[in-house]
């Protein structure tokens, strides 16, 4: 516990100290003024079911999303696809790919996509045409993680970084422009001898979608993110988010996994601010469930959205 402490505090002040400067930019004023929000709807029900408290529990495909430094942490080859249904017809779609380089680190692939119900076409006089129009948005993101191993750098020897470039593209006025992920994830530390990890993320970090008339920035967003083993089937976790075009949220999280010889089933309870107050009494809660079996996981969450509706998210997940 003694050397325990020191780490922490530093990295915990050196995330810290990041995140203070790099916020200069984040204000008020900023709220509501950013496009590409499919950017920011997730990956992966297991994460959803977590509220969103996921930067620093990640370790395979979705790590592309979540943060590209623990793609070191991938072991062999891992896929995940996962279908959100939202209210009002709206879909979304995700995919990752991720594969271990060994001691080089490991390498990423996503795609993300969102669909959204008809709308019809108008001229100048909004006079109905007769066709129908369906808005979609798209991103396409590689990425590459590595593992530091130099016991020269003391409290950053087994930590992680990594960087993920994506291209975006929104059919309304055909507008598209590139972006970057760039994440840091901690070696593990004791605490009470269980693994403890601090993670620290940007995202969204780049150009804009330039439409014909208007150009609207990335939801651009600063994270730090912590995950904890309470016991070797019970998973902590947070996450403090800074968004450029909301205000700061947090998103906890908590799992229970019972484990057979075979593979394991989980439970999830998570809670995300960002939503509380919004549409409903129980806005801002999410409930998962998984199994896993061997080389392939199954999860499922949602969150209920008071008036709206409810989301609810399917993940499919393979390791080989």
């Known amino acids: 516990m003694r050397s325990l402490r ?9 995330a810290l100290l990041i995140s203070t400067s790099a916020r200069a930019g984040f204000e008020t004023l900023d709220v509501g003024s950013t496009g590409a929000q499919f950017l920011s709807l997730g990956a992966g029900a297991r994460a959803e079911g977590l509220g969103g408290a996921y930067g620093a529990v990640v370790d395979d495909a979705e790590a592309i999303y979540w943060n590209p430094a623990a793609l070191a942490r ?3 080859q891992s896929a995940s696809l996962m279908d959100e249904t939202l209210p009002a017809g709206i879909n979304y779609e995700f995919a990752g ?3 271990s380089l060994g001691n080089w680190g490991g390498i990423g692939l996503g795609f993300q996509y969102l669909t959204q119900p008809g709308i019809t076409q108008t001229d100048s ?7 129908n129009f369906h ?3 798209m991103a396409v993101s590689v990425g590459y993680g590595y593992t530091i191993r130099n016991d020269n750098l003391g409290i950053f020897n087994g930590s992680s970084l990594g960087v993920t470039a994506k291209y975006i593209q929104s059919t309304v006025d055909s507008a598209s422009t590139y972006a970057f992920d760039l994440g840091y994830l901690s070696a593990p530390f004791k605490i009470f001898d269980r693994d ?13 979608l330039k439409f014909i008339a208007a150009s609207d920035p990335l939801p651009m967003n600063l994270k730090l993110a912590t995950s904890y083993n309470l ?3 019970w998973l902590l976790a947070a996450d403090v988010n800074e968004p450029v075009g909301n205000q700061p949220y947090l998103a906890v999280g908590t799992e229970y996994r019972a484990k057979f010889d075979e593979g394991s089933f989980s439970g999830r309870l998570g809670l995300n601010s960002r939503s509380i107050g919004q549409a409903g009494s129980f806005d801002g809660i999410s409930l998962g469930l998984g199994a896993k079996f061997k080389w392939l996981s199954f999860d499922y969450a949602f969150a209920p959205l008071g008036a709206l509706g409810m989301s609810n998210y399917i993940s499919l997940g393979f390791s080989f």
Do not use: C
């Open 74 to 76: 991938v072991s062999g």
């Open 196 to 208: 403890f990890r601090i993670a620290y993320v940007a995202q969204n970090l780049g150009g804009q």
């Open 97 to 99: 790919y991720a594969d």
């Open 231 to 233: 016991t070797s089937s």
């Open 125 to 131: 006089a909004g006079v109905s045409t007769g066709g």
């Open 135 to 137: 808005p979609t948005d």
């Open 6 to 14: 020191p780490r922490a505090a530093a990295l915990a002040a050196a």
